[in-house]
T-cell receptor, first 113, second 116 residues
Framework: DAKTTQPNSMESNEEEPVHLPCNHS???????IHWYRQLPSQGPEYVIH???SNVNNRMASLAIAEDRKSSTLILHRATLRDAAVYYC??????????????FGTGTRLQVTL | GAGVSQTPSNKVTEKGKYVELRCDPI?????LYWYRQSLGQGPEFLIY????????DSGLPNDRFFAVRPEGSVSTLKIQRTERGDSAVYLC??????????????FGPGTRLTVL
């Protein structure tokens, strides 16, 4: 699986936007970029995914670089409930829509008042 | 609706004992996954079922670990001769498995296994 690189931790103030970066320089043409997050003492939860175009949903936005070697998860207004570990994951679409996720160590986001 | 549930939430056992961890997936989900998570690490894939069969068991660390899903719904992860290094949170996830759709994985809260 292609590897992703994320900062270990980031901090944000509440109500401000947060940009969580992910580098994936060895991404292949069939790799989708997925983001999951894990709140304290819970299992991971899906946030968003994309292939080439930027994506928006109710939780976040995903901005994908033109060369696809990096992406950024954007939380438009961070709240205390967004404090979690955020995982950027690549998954090859050739393995099918139901296949394993390969997690790294993620970025621990701390949100303060 | 009900999410993925896992029982027990906590399990403490002694080295060498046998344990079973149970996962109840979201009703109707065809795919079921097991992961384990050590402190400070991301979840690590163990095995994935499509229906009753194991589609990918490449993550099982050794033959002490085994999982079943006999009726294509509930799954049990079985660990024989437990070792202290097996201590971790064991996470289960399920997804719809429908061809052509994204099928995000829905995770349960996990079972925290402690081997003394």
């Amino acid at each position: 699986d292609a590897k992703t690189t994320q900062p270990n931790s980031m901090e944000s103030n509440e109500e401000e936007p947060v940009h969580l970066p992910c580098n994936h320089s060895t991404i292949s043409g069939t790799d989708y970029i997925h983001w999951y997050r894990q709140l304290p003492s819970q299992g991971p939860e899906y946030v968003i995914h994309g292939l080439t175009s930027n994506v928006n949903n109710r939780m976040a936005s995903l901005a994908i670089a033109e060369d696809r070697k990096s992406s950024t998860l954007i939380l438009h207004r961070a709240t205390l409930r967004d404090a979690a570990v955020y995982y950027c994951i690549l998954r090859d679409s050739n393995t099918g829509t139901a296949s394993k996720l390969t997690f790294g160590t993620g970025t621990r986001l701390q949100v303060t008042l | 609706g009900a999410g993925v549930s896992q029982t027990p939430s906590n399990k403490v056992t002694e080295k060498g004992k046998y344990v079973e961890l149970r996962c109840d997936p979201i009703s109707g989900h065809t795919a079921l996954y097991w992961y384990r998570q050590s402190l400070g690490q991301g979840p690590e894939f163990l095995i994935y079922f499509q229906g009753t069969g194991a589609a990918d068991d490449s993550g099982l660390p050794n033959d002490r670990f085994f999982a079943v899903r006999p009726e294509g719904s509930v799954s049990t992860l079985k660990i024989q001769r437990t070792e202290r290094g097996d201590s971790a949170v064991y996470l289960c996830a399920s997804s719809g498995g429908a061809p052509g759709s994204y099928n995000e994985q829905f995770f349960g809260p996990g079972t925290r296994l402690t081997v003394l």
